[in-house]
Structures are given as C-alpha cells and as structure tokens.
C-alpha cells in the first residue's frame, strides 16, 4: 500500500491532477463564416449566412403526439411527415430534423405549439449555410461546397483553403454537474472568418449569355454547348457558360456522369476556325497576302486522303482572303504546304493548343494535340481544317485572343484577386504573353476575318450593325464510337469571332454540339455570336466603329 501510495502521488501524480483538470475543462468551437466569391462588380455570387439547425430528443416527447409534431414541422424543414415521424419514432436523445433553416423560419419553429403548449423536445441550434444568389448562373465556375462546408468544385475547391478561415475556440470550467464555474478562468480564441475571391466574370454577361445559348440549343435540338469570352487586351474570362449546367444552391441537379465544368473539361475537334493557325502562320512567313491567288480545285489527295470543300465548284483562282471568307478546305491545305509541317506546328503550339492554359479552375483538359513525331500521312490533310485536333472552349477563344491583341496571347485567368482575412488585397499575377504573331500580322489576319462575316463569307450572320466583325465559323465531323471513323452525320459547329474587329474589346468562342437538319456554323454558331455581342458591345457602352470593313475580293474571274 505505501509502495502504490507513493507511485500514485509521485510518479503518477502529474496524470491524475491533468485528468482532474480536463474533467473540470468545457469548450465549444467558434465556427469561421466561409469567405464570399463576388463578380468584377463585387457583386456576390456566394457567400455564408446565419442559419439555424433543428434538433430533437425524442425521448422527451410522448409517443401519442409524434405524429402530431411531424405535422407540424414538416412544412418547416422540409422533410415528409412519414420520415420525421420516423425520426421522432427513436430512443435518441438527439435527432436532425433540419438544417440551414433561415433564421425567419426557425423563429416559426420555436414558435410552435400544441394544444396552446409549446413543443417539449424541439430545439434549434445555430449554424450557418452557404448561399448562391445565382443558383444556375456561373455555377460551372463558383461550384459548390460539400455537407461539411469545405469545397468540392469549381472555385469553391480551388481556393478553399482561403474561404474556409479559422475556427476558434472557447474554453471555461464547470462544477461536476457540468454547470458552468463563473469564478473559472475562461478563454477565447477568436475564430477568423474567410477571405473574399473577386473573379474576372460579369455575373450580367454570364447570365445573359447561359439563357442565350440555352435558347439556342434548343431552337437548333442541338445536344449541348458551349460559349467562352475573353477580354481582348487581358485574356481574363468576362463569361463561361455551358448548356446542362446546375444549381449551386442544390447538388441534386448535378447529372450523372455530367461535367461540372465543360468550359474547361471538354474538348471538341474546332473544324475550319481553326484555319486562323495556317492563315496567321503563312501571313508571318511572307508567303502570302490578303490578295495572294491559288488556283483551288473542288478536291485535292494529300496524305494518302481525298480532301474535297463543302460544295462544289471548277477549278478556281480564290485570293488568300477568299479561301479563308468561304473556308476553302482545299485552299487552305496549299497554303498549309507552303508553311511547312514543322513551321505549322509550332505555331499549333504557340496558339497554345495541346496545353493547359492554367486558369484557376480544376479538372482543366490541355486538349489533344498529337505530337509531330506521331503523325502519319494524312494527320497534316487533317490538322490545317480543324480535324484531328482537339480543344477546350477556352482555349478556342484563347487563340483568336491572340489575334485581337496584336499576336500577343496571354493565358487566360478567372481570378482578379483575392482578399485575405486580414483584409490585404493580392491582385491574380498577370501571366506572361506569349507572341504568337507580330503586331502587323495580327492586323492582317483581322482584316481577312473580317471578310467571313461580308458579302460572300460563310460568317454573315453574325454582323453586328453598326460594328466591323472579325471571326471565322468551323464544321467539324465528329468521331463514331461504333466504326471509329468520322461521322457523315454528327458535327461540331463554331463561330469565333473579335469585337469590333477595328478596335478590339472582347474575343467570343462558340461550340454547338450536333444541330439537327444539317445546320453549321454559320447557322447556329455564328447568329448566336450577335446576339452576344450586340448585348455586351450596348452593356460595355462600347462606341460604334468609326470605319467600313475592307472589302478584299474572294475570287478572281
């Protein structure tokens, strides 16, 4: 006895006094609010809330008068009367009935009664919910958070080390009933709330643009798209829209299987659009110019294929320029031989095609670009006219950004800057350009774009009155999952294009994922680029161009 004596008093005496302690030792954790995520315009997109949980101990409730409380709070919470009676049906002493309730409707709750008796065993306890104002609007690019209110996608997940904060914590000692000691010392530490993400998007031109491409989508019984718009100077994203997007406010309209981010996740084979690489790349080298003559015949086999244009015609002189208005495949494949496939592919690169762009959104495809030492003979018949290369809509309007800003094509980003708890603004680093093309060369390619929307152009429809229009359209055959082969049935149609084209302001790249009845680029793609851009040139109060398009033959007779 007196050998365990000392060893409890000595030896095991620092435990014991630490477990006496602990057992006297209460604390509660101070919750951090979720930082916001606001547009350009510091309008929010999301941000947290007060809210309130309700609890039940079910075992402090008579089991005739279970059913009765299930009826009334079901209209409350939410939850079917059949599956609260359930709950309430229980030998727990603790029970979640609902959660994130605004306070307004806990207050409802704590109001309840029955029989003139407020309800015995019903409780609300405070928490908070994350909110999206938006709901649909830019959800591919907020995303969401999980249950436990850490990020799973989207913008959410990217920075959710920043958004979540710091939980505190406050501490205070209780009697043996577990009462709280009021002489005990208390202490607290501060729980320290999220920063903010400002993001490059105009929360205005990403709705308008979500219901302008729905509404397309729709008229053409196309299967999806996608819209992507740049500004011209800064390549930061000023929209990204995507059709079968959800609702941030509720992950149960996420599809199966589906994307969360298309913009970013899917890639497509750009067909003609991508024509601009072989034009800008031929224009740099001085082998042609706007008026540059080729003789182009309604087919030509290259590469061990027989590569034809949409229609037919005799052999016929086209200008550079022409070739590029009425999306010549042949044309465009002499003018690719003039370049080289070295030279060509280079500057696939250098448009940044087969690369990630780096944006700040997760899951980013870097697009298909087979590498040179891979291609067989027909890859360099197919590449020049947009198949056999694939890309993101970002990247899409990453390259014709290159274009509007004088061949200087800067990696896009999503993020302005970001607010840290201590409420220091960091602005998003601006990445370095990368020029792709001379200044001169830009303005060349510009001109010739222009004329795919004049008399004669496959692009007309996405004029803009008032305004010169730059852009190319493109029909890509898609891949048959059965044969392998293309399809003669299934396409991709795009529209790129730069407003104003003498001025440029913002870059738009559409994909129309297979529209019925044949429709192509021009159809579809290109008239939903007006409407796009007659809303952002009116909302950006961006002056009308001050000058005619040239008019730059597309044929010689």
């Known amino acids: 006895m007196l050998v365990r004596l000392v060893w409890l008093q000595g030896i095991d005496a620092h435990g014991y006094a630490l477990a006496a302690s602990n057992e006297r030792v209460a604390g509660v954790k101070l919750h951090a609010a979720r930082g916001s995520i606001v547009d350009r315009n510091g309008v929010p997109l999301a941000y947290t809330a007060d809210a309130e949980d309700v609890v039940a101990n079910p075992t402090l409730i ?39 309730l605004p306070p307004a409707a806990a207050t409802q709750v704590q109001n309840l009664t029955l029989d003139g008796k407020p309800l015995t065993g019903i409780y609300t306890e405070a928490t908070m919910q994350r909110l999206y104002p938006g709901h649909t609007t830019g959800a591919n690019v907020i995303g969401l958070v999980h249950s436990d209110g850490s990020g799973a996608a989207g913008i ?11 939980d505190g914590t406050l501490t205070y000692q209780t009697d043996v009933n577990g009462n709280v000691n ?48 740049l500004d011209a100077k800064t390549g930061q994203a000023l929209a990204l829209a995507s059709t079968g ?46 008026l540059s003559l080729f003789n182009v015949p309604d087919q030509i086999t290259t590469g061990g294929i027989n590569v034809h244009d949409a229609w037919w015609h005799p052999t016929q002189k086209f200008t550079a320029t022409g070739i590029l ?48 030492k891979d291609w067989s003979d027909s890859t360099f018949a197919n590449l020049p006219i947009g198949q056999g290369v ?66 004669g152009g496959t692009g007309t429809r996405a004029v803009v009155p008032g305004y010169r229009i ?40 559409i994909m129309i994922d297979n529209p019925a009845h044949g429709l192509e680029g021009g159809d579809v793609a290109a008239p939903l680029f007006k409407e796009i851009a007659s809303y952002e040139l009116s909302a950006a109060k961006i002056p009308p161009s001050g000058t005619k398009s040239t008019l730059v033959p597309l044929t010689i007779n």
């Open 62 to 100: 008579a089991p005739e008068q279970r059913f009765e409380y299930a009826n009334l709070l079901s209209p409350l919470v939410g939850t079917p009367v059949i599956a609260l009676a359930k709950q309430l049906d229980s030998t727990s002493q603790w029970a979640l009935l609902g959660s994130s």
């Open 156 to 166: 959410e997940y990217t920075y959710d080390s920043l958004l979540k904060g710091a």
């Open 182 to 229: 009021p002489s005990g010392a208390i202490q607290r530490k501060n729980a320290v709330d999220g920063g903010t993400v400002k993001l490059t998007l105009d929360q205005d031109l990403q709705y308008t643009t979500q219901k302008y491409l729905n509404d397309a989508v729709k008229a053409s019984a196309a299967r999806g798209g996608q819209v992507a718009i």
């Open 245 to 290: 997007t959800f609702d941030a406010q509720n992950p149960a309209t996420i599809g199966k299987n589906a994307s969360l981010d298309p913009n970013v996740q899917q890639v497509f084979e750009p067909g003609s659009a991508n024509k601009i690489v072989t034009m800008s790349a031929a224009v740099q080298a001085g082998l042609i110019n706007p």
């Open 325 to 372: 208005a009425e999306s010549s495949n042949v044309g465009t494949l002499l003018v690719a031989n003039k370049v080289g496939k070295q030279a060509f592919y280079d500057y696939l690169q250098k448009f940044g095609l087969g690369q990630k762009t780096g944006i700040e959104l997760p899951g980013e495809s870097g697009g298909l670009l087979p590498d040179i």
């Open 390 to 455: 694939a890309m993101t809509s970002l990247q899409l309007a990453s390259m014709y950004q290159a274009i509007a800003n004088n061949g200087q094509r800067i990696p896009p980003r999503i993020v302005e800057s970001v607010t840290k708890p201590d409420g220091s603004v960091v602005p998003t680093a601006q990445p370095a350009a990368v020029q792709v093309v001379s200044a001169q060369t830009a303005k060349t390619v510009r001109t010739m774009l222009e004329s795919v929307t004049l008399a």
């Open 470 to 509: 730059a852009g190319k359209t493109g029909t890509a055959q898609q891949p048959d999952p059965k044969t392998g082969a293309y399809s003669d049935s299934v396409y991709w149609d795009t529209f790129a294009g730069i407003a104003p084209a003498d001025d440029p302001r913002f870059v738009v790249a």
